[in-house]
């Protein structure tokens, strides 16, 4: 017989006040992916189980949720080569009494933290989005404008390329302590998409002043408690953390002009 291991599912439908864990113990192979294993779960033994994914490349981030108390990608994370550590910015997670978890040997899959629960591992990311919206994360010049829209310098580049890498997870606000106790806080990731407009060569003046004037608002960068929770758990090194000191900087280098 080959190897097994038992998950520990997070459960509740709409509706239910409480939670529930069931436990699920599967066959593995060698290279299979938590996410793997929760099509093996929903194929084979509960079809109700509901958690979302699209593309299975890490390149999507919709398959974000908390793996052994850390958010994570289920889609990068291999069953036998999972990290138990928890990096030490990153608060505990907690949605409910697991009961009788064997940390050695038994993965607990739980939801996003810090989102409401639609069904099991399903979240509402609404108001992620508006988050996201409310910070305008696109260009703003007009159509067939010149250059220098088309054109940049590798060092411009250089600037906002690790913020081209955000893949919209929410694995950072789930993370995130502040995000946990204010529901208005822009959250990291929306904060480290307005910094790639900030900063990138091709955004306008006028831009810039409608990002920062959202932005510097008491549930934007002033918010941010610098935890730095939401670069520990980040699949793609954004480092979002680092984008709001950045920010920071910009505001105190800004002011002091005047």
């Not at 907690?94 to 409401?116: Q, R, S, T, Y």
């Not at 399903?122 to 305008?136: G, I, L, N, S, T």
Request: aromatic share 8%; charged share 30%.
């Amino acid at each position: 017989m080959g190897q097994e291991k038992t998950f520990i599912v997070f459960r509740k439908a709409p509706g239910e006040d409480q939670p529930k864990y069931q436990r699920y113990t599967i066959p593995i192979t060698p290279s299979m992916t938590i996410l793997e294993a929760l099509f093996y779960i929903q194929d084979h033994l509960d079809t109700t189980l509901a958690f979302r994914y699209a593309c299975r490349g890490a390149i999507c981030g919709s398959c974000g949720m908390t793996i052994n108390k850390l958010p994570q990608l289920a889609c990068n994370i291999q069953v036998l080569s999972l990290d138990k550590k928890i990096p030490q910015q990153v608060p505990d997670l907690v949605f409910g009494d697991v009961p009788n978890w064997d940390k050695e040997n038994e993965i607990l899959i739980e939801p996003l933290p810090n989102m409401e629960i639609i069904k099991d591992l399903v979240v509402d990311m609404a108001p992620f989005w508006q988050f996201y919206r409310e910070v305008k994360p696109f260009f703003d010049k007009e159509w067939k404008d010149v250059a220098p829209e088309t054109q940049q310098s590798p060092k411009e580049i250089k600037e906002i390329e690790r913020l081209i890498y955000c893949i919209l997870c929410a694995a950072c606000v789930g993370a995130c302590p502040v995000n946990a106790k204010n529901k208005e806080y822009l959250g990291p990731a929306a904060l480290a998409k307005s910094y790639r407009f900030l900063a990138d060569s091709r955004s306008t003046k006028e831009h810039r002043e409608e990002i920062e004037k959202r932005i510097v608002l008491q549930d934007g960068v002033p918010a941010c408690e610098k935890v730095f929770a939401c670069n520990a758990v980040c699949p793609k090194g954004v480092k979002p953390g680092t984008a709001i000191a950045l920010i920071r900087k910009r505001m105190e280098e800004r002011d002091r002009t005047f």
